[in-house]
């Protein structure tokens, strides 16, 4: 049995949810969002919660329980509260800032990199962080992922992005010999 499957979601006030074949719809004010289930689990809404049911004892459909129940939760949350990470720039002349529709880093290379940022997302800059806010936690998972790639933090002088909360084990460097 999932633990986390079992679990029914609440739907808060101002949100609401919907049901149309395999498809979970949300809604609150003008923002929506829309979790495929693809028939691998049964969802059904009543007294302002989904309970999500596997739809057979299949090994597949029991693994996807929790998955599906964990999207619609986070979907939920994505409308009432959205998700945010930040990203921090460390190294002499790295530098963030949003121009327009794109994001344009400097971070060492010969080039500016120009990231276009997506329809949800938002993002801010303040000094050397990037704020990057938005209602899917995937995509602001992946454009955050996105962004730290282009300049992964190196273990010697911890240069490049990093996220906020994130620790760099830093190595020695040479030494002298005597």
């Known amino acids: 049995m999932s633990r986390i499957g079992k679990k029914p979601v609440a739907i808060p006030a101002g949100v609401e949810a919907s049901l149309e074949g395999n498809i979970v719809t949300v809604k609150k004010g003008n923002k929506s969002t829309q979790v495929d289930t693809k028939g691998f689990v049964e969802v059904e809404i009543k007294d302002n919660q989904i309970i999500v049911s596997p739809l057979g004892q299949t090994r597949e459909n029991r693994a996807f329980w ?36 794109t994001l344009e880093l400097l971070l060492g290379f010969s080039h500016p990199i120009n990231f276009a940022i997506p329809e949800d997302i938002t993002i801010t800059v303040e000094k050397n962080i990037i704020n990057i806010e938005g209602t899917s936690k995937q995509l602001v998972g992946q454009v955050a992922a996105d962004i730290r790639g282009y300049r992964p933090p190196e273990p010697y002088k911890g240069k490049g992005v990093k996220y906020v909360d994130e620790h760099i084990i830093r190595k020695a460097g040479k030494t002298a010999k005597k």
Do not use: D, P, W
């Open 66 to 101: 929790g998955t599906f129940r964990a999207l619609i939760a986070n979907a939920i949350e994505g409308l009432e509260k959205g998700f945010k990470k930040s990203l921090e720039i460390n190294g002499v002349g790295y530098r963030a800032a949003v121009k327009g529709n």
